[in-house]
């Protein structure tokens, strides 16, 4: 868990690192009227420590209650099965 955010309220963003792969960030709403899915965000430079933490820095900015959790995983089809969706 990297932060911590509102128990009701705020998206839940995942930052995967899978090895030997460049990360990916994913990111999931909460939905009151049907189920919330995984949506993969693209960001240029999410190799790039410094262009990534300017990037969640505008995300926390507009949602500070957002949770952040970081998955490390030996494949892709492990992440598939952790998100429940294929991808």
């Not at 030997?20 to 420590?49: A, L, N, T, V, Y």
């Not at 959790?69 to 099965?81: A, P």
């Amino acid at each position: 868990m990297i932060r911590k955010g509102n128990e009701t309220s705020g998206e839940i963003f995942i930052y995967a690192l899978i090895r030997g792969e460049k990360p990916r960030f994913f990111g999931k709403m909460p939905m009151f009227d049907k189920p919330s899915q995984w949506e993969e965000k693209r960001i240029e430079g999410i190799e790039k420590k410094e262009e990534f933490n300017l990037y969640l820095q505008k995300i926390i900015n507009r949602d500070p209650d957002l949770w952040l959790i970081e998955l490390n995983v030996s494949d892709e089809q492990r992440l598939v099965r952790l998100l429940g969706h294929n991808h």
